[in-house]
C-alpha cells in the first residue's frame, strides 16, 4: 500500500474514530522538542503539579498515599519535594489498580504487558494519552526520516491463537508492515522473509536486536546478503541493544542502527538522535534516575532505577513509577541541537542484574560480552545465590574454546563461591514473551522502594 493511502485514508481515521486524533499532540510534541532546556524544565514542572492535584483528587490510591507519608501536591515545589512522593511499584498496580483509577468518567482502553518477567501487567490508559504516545513515536522516527505508515518489516511475537493472529496480520496489512514471528526465526522462515522484503522493499526494520541479529546470521549462512533487504534503517526495541549487536547489523544491514528505548505502559522513553544519544521524552514523561535505596536521583554520570511519571495519564496515574531498569544519566546537551535530557548508557532490568553470595550486583550484560566467540547462542539462569547454570548451542570453532577458562574469567566478576555450570544444547527457545533474555534470576524479587 501506498504510504499517503494508508496514512491519510487508514491510519488517521481510524484514530480519528477511537478518539485517539494524534495531530494536534504531535505539533505539541515538536513545539516542545525546539524549547529550551530550563524552558522545557518550566513546561514539565507546570504539568506535573497539574497531574499532582487531578490524583490527590480523583485518584483514592494517591490521595491515601499522600496522606501517609504527609505530602500535600500543593507543597511539591522543587525535585526535592517531588522526590518524598514514595516509589510505585508493579505489585502495587496489580493490587490497587481499582483504587489507583480516577473516579472520574474517561473514555480509556485497557492495555497489559508481555510479563516478560513472569507477571503480566494490566491497565488502562486514556485516549488522549495514547494519541500522545503515537505523536511522541512518530516525532522520534522522523528524526531518521521515517514517516507515518512508510512500510516496515519487523521482527517480533506472533501469538499462536488464531483469532489473535488473524487481528494482527489485519494491523500489518493496514498500516502497511510485513512480519517475520520472532517464535520462528529458522532458516527456512528467514529465507523466506528475505525474499518477501525484497519485493515489499520496506524503508525500515523494527524489532528486538537478538533476532534482527540472528536474522543477519542466518542470512550469511545461508549466502544471502542482507544489505539486499534494501533497509534505510533499523530501529532496535525490546532489549539491551549491545555494542557488538549493533555493529554486526550496521555491517550486515548496511544502515544506520537507532536504539528505542519504552515501555508497553508509556510508550517510547528515550530515544536515540542521528548524533547517537539517547533522549529523554521529557513532553510524556517526567524520568528520574534514583538511587534503588534512597529514592534520591542520582547525580549526572551515575547508575540508577529509571523512575517515571506519566504526565498524560489521567485515568490511572503512573506517578514515580519504577519501571525496574537501570541506566545512566547523562549531563549536557547534544550537538544535534535538542535540549532534552539524556541517558548514558541502559544497563537493562533491575531483575537482569545477578547477585553474587557476597551481596554484589553485577549486571547480566556482563555475559554477553564475554561468552561471543565459539557460541552461538546462551542462556543464563540464577538458580540460588551461589548457582548459576548456562546454556550454549554450539557455534562456529566451538571445539577451541574452553568452558573451564570462561568459568575462571567470571570468577573477577561472580567472586570465589559462586558455582557455575554449563550445558550444552540444541536450541534455547525464545521467552513467551518473543524477545530473549541472556540472564534470567529465579531469586526472589529485590523489596520494593519506600
Known amino acids: 500500500m501506498h504510504p499517503w493511502i494508508a496514512r491519510n485514508l487508514v491510519y488517521y481515521p481510524i484514530l480519528a474514530f477511537r478518539g485517539e486524533d494524534m495531530r494536534p499532540q504531535l505539533d505539541e510534541v515538536r513545539a516542545f522538542n525546539r524549547l529550551s532546556r530550563d524552558a522545557m524544565q518550566e513546561h514539565q514542572w507546570r504539568r506535573l503539579r497539574a497531574l499532582l492535584q487531578y490524583v490527590h483528587e ?3 490510591y494517591n490521595r491515601e498515599a499522600f496522606a501517609r507519608h504527609g505530602i500535600s501536591p500543593a507543597e511539591i515545589h522543587t525535585p526535592a519535594d517531588f522526590a518524598r512522593v514514595p516509589i510505585l511499584t508493579k505489585d502495587a498496580i496489580r493490587e490497587h489498580s481499582a483504587q489507583m483509577a480516577s473516579t472520574e468518567k474517561r473514555r480509556v482502553t485497557h492495555r497489559h504487558t508481555s510479563g516478560s518477567t513472569g507477571v503480566p501487567l494490566d491497565f488502562v490508559k486514556d485516549h488522549d494519552a ?14 531518521h526520516g ?3 505508515c512508510d512500510r516496515q518489516c519487523r521482527i517480533w511475537g506472533l501469538p499462536r491463537e488464531f483469532k489473535r493472529q488473524a487481528s494482527i496480520h489485519t494491523r500489518d496489512f493496514l498500516l502497511n508492515r510485513i512480519r517475520l514471528s520472532s517464535f520462528d526465526v529458522s532458516d527456512e522462515s528467514s529465507a ?11 524503508k525500515f526494520m523494527y524489532g528486538v536486536p537478538s533476532y534482527m541479529t540472528e536474522l543477519a546470521l542466518r542470512l550469511r549462512r545461508l549466502g544471502l546478503d542482507p544489505a539486499d533487504m534494501g533497509l534505510h534503517v533499523i530501529v532496535a526495541t525490546g532489549e539491551i541493544l549491545y555494542p557488538e549487536q549493533k555493529q554486526l547489523m550496521r ?3 548496511t544502515c544506520p542502527i537507532v536504539n528505542e528505548y519504552g515501555t508497553t505502559e508509556s510508550g517510547i522513553l528515550a530515544f536515540a538522535c542521528p548524533n547517537d544519544q539517547m533522549h529523554v521524552m521529557g513532553n510524556n514523561v517526567y524520568l528520574e534516575v534514583v538511587d534503588p535505596v534512597t529514592g534520591q536521583e542520582v547525580a549526572p554520570g551515575e547508575s540508577g532505577e529509571v523512575v517515571i511519571t506519566d504526565l498524560n495519564s489521567y485515568a490511572m496515574p503512573f506517578v514515580r513509577y519504577r519501571v525496574g531498569d537501570v541506566a545512566e544519566k547523562k549531563a549536557g546537551t547534544c550537538a544535534c541541537g535538542r535540549e532534552l535530557p539524556m541517558l548514558g548508557h541502559i544497563e537493562g532490568r533491575l531483575e537482569d542484574m545477578l547477585t553474587t553470595p557476597e551481596g554484589k550486583k553485577v549486571a547480566g550484560g556482563m555475559f554477553y560480552y564475554t561468552l561471543t566467540k565459539g557460541i552461538r547462542k546462551f542462556k543464563v539462569y540464577q538458580r540460588a545465590l551461589d548457582r548459576i547454570e548456562v546454556f550454549v548451542e554450539k557455534g562456529v570453532d566451538f571445539d577451541q574454546i574452553d568452558l573451564n577458562a570462561i568459568r575462571e574469567k567470571w570468577r573477577v566478576y561472580l567472586g570465589p563461591t559462586m558455582n557455575v555450570s554449563f550445558q550444552v544444547v540444541e536450541e534455547i527457545p525464545a521467552d513467551k514473551s518473543g524477545k ?10 529485590q523489596p520494593a522502594l519506600a
Open 192 to 202: 523466506a522473509f528475505f525474499q518477501k522484503v525484497r519485493r515489499f522493499r520496506p
Open 58 to 60: 480523583f485518584s483514592p
Open 130 to 143: 495514547l494519541a500522545r504516545m503515537g505523536a511522541t513515536m512518530h516525532d522520534c522516527y522522523s528524526w
Open 146 to 148: 521515517i514517516e507515518i
Open 436 to 445: 530473549f533474555r541472556y540472564f534470567v534470576s529465579e531469586l526472589p524479587n
Open 251 to 253: 555491517d550486515a544491514y
